[in-house]
């Protein structure tokens, strides 16, 4: 009897582990990603951190032809990397469009050599779509952006590249040094423009 008992237990078992595997499974099948520049990447975590269906966010340096690149590499200029963010959403709980409307609300799309105080080109503002159907609505994103500008809109959208992740202590600065962030993103001339665009 304990033997038939012992039998019945592992069964069970063995079902809620399939069913575990299972249901993980089906999970990730809705688990996207999303890479976008946006200047400081500082600044670009914390509008996304805060979104509805957004799971995982990570900083780091894309777009450029130095293999593994540093911080201090990136900052010189000549990598062809940009900071970027990695957004890692659910599907089913928000989408591709939503994501690029956070993009353009919380940058200056008209600044073509960098974003705000911080000038040169691993700061320039680009969009990196992952196929076809992310590359047509960013597209479509853009040109709507347009007219409600004067000026040309600036953001590059090119094809997703090899994203390399940030060092840690740039992951959720804004966390691990607010008050720092938070006299940053004021004296970088970010914060007054997205409040003066917010008053719009």
């Not at 999303?34 to 777009?63: K, N, R, S």
């Not at 690149?69 to 959403?89: C, F, K, L, W």
């Amino acid at each position: 009897m304990e033997y038939i008992k012992s039998i019945a237990v592992l069964l069970l078992w063995g079902c809620v582990l399939m069913t575990t595997e299972v249901v993980a499974e089906e999970a990730n099948k809705h688990i996207r990603q999303a890479i976008f520049a946006g200047g400081c990447f500082w600044c670009m975590q914390p509008p996304f951190d805060q979104a509805e269906g957004v799971l995982h966010t990570e900083v780091g340096y894309t777009g450029g032809h130095t293999p593994s690149p540093d911080y201090a590499q990136v900052s010189r200029g000549d990598t062809g990397h940009v900071e970027a963010i990695r957004v890692s959403y659910d599907d089913r709980r928000t989408n591709y469009a939503k994501l690029l409307t956070i993009y353009w609300h919380n940058i200056d799309p008209t600044q073509a050599d960098g974003q705000f105080v911080d000038r040169g080109p691993q700061y320039r503002t680009v969009i990196f779509y992952d196929g076809v159907s992310e590359q047509r609505e960013a597209e479509a994103s853009k040109s709507l952006l347009q007219q409600q500008f004067k000026d040309p809109i600036a953001v590059e959208l090119r094809p997703i590249a090899t994203f390399y992740p940030g060092e840690a202590y740039h992951q959720e600065y804004y966390k691990k040094n607010p008050l720092r962030y938070k006299q940053y993103k004021k004296g970088s001339g970010r914060e007054a423009y997205l409040n003066q665009q917010s008053e719009h």
